[in-house]
Structure formats: C-alpha cells, structure tokens
Nanobody, 126 residues
Framework: QVQLQASGGGPVQTGSFLRLSCAAS????????MAWFRQAPGKEREFVAA????????DYAASVKGRFTISRDTAKIAVYLQMNNLKPKDTAVYYC???????????????????WGQGTQVTVSS
C-alpha cells in the first residue's frame, strides 16, 4: 500500500508564490520518478513537472518552465513544487504521482504513473 499526501495549496493572488509538498508512505521506493500533475475544472489532468530518483534530472511543462521548480528529498521520499509568479491559469488541483520504472520520454504521460494521492487545491485570483 502506498500513500501520497500533497499539501501546501491555498488561495493566493496573481504574482504570489506557493510551495507544495508531497510525502510518500507505505511501500515506497527511493528510486521512484516523482511528478506533479494538475487538473483545472472541466479540463483534463495535465503534466506540470517531474524529477528522477536522484534529483539530478527534471522536466517541466512549457507553461510553467521558469516559474516552477521541482525538487525532492530522497531520504524522506518527498517531492516539492516551488511555484513563483502564479497566474490565474495555474488554478487547479495539484496531484503528486510516483512510478518506479518510467523512462524520461514518458514522464509527462498522465497514464504513466501507478501511484497518486489526493490533491491540493491552488486558486490564483487576479
């Protein structure tokens, strides 16, 4: 059994910042690829960012590159998302996800991850 618990969301204004956290528990692995996805009302879930097991390789969606930074704590099996210069279009529920065998070319695939948890709501007002 694997649990991924995301936290850190909330209501903010345009230009603000938030730091999301996701802690894993249960049958975890320090070798997981970990990622953040988001889903806005009425829209499909979309890729935000991903990071490999060592933290040395990251990928970002074009819409967040330069504003968001993903990082991880390998000892704690935790992943973070620093979100700067937030915009109303960033409003969504943010989910952290994890997978042990995903190759980099598949990191952005919504269906690529075996583990995900309850999301955390981020609401950016103009």
């Amino acid at each position: 059994q694997v649990q991924l618990q995301a936290s850190g969301g909330g209501p903010v204004q345009t230009g603000s910042f938030l730091r999301l956290s996701c802690a894993a528990s249960g049958r975890t692995s320090s070798r997981w690829v970990m990622a953040w996805f988001r889903q806005a009302p009425g829209k499909e879930r979309e890729f935000v960012a991903a990071i490999n097991w060592s933290g040395g390789t990251t990928d970002y969606a074009a819409s967040v590159k330069g504003r968001f930074t993903i990082s991880r704590d390998t000892a704690k099996i935790a992943v973070y998302l620093q979100m700067n210069n937030l915009k109303p279009k960033d409003t969504a529920v943010y989910y952290c996800e994890a997978e042990g065998t995903l190759i980099r070319s598949s990191w952005s695939m919504v269906t690529g991850y075996d583990y995900w948890g309850q999301g955390t709501q981020v609401t950016v007002s103009s």
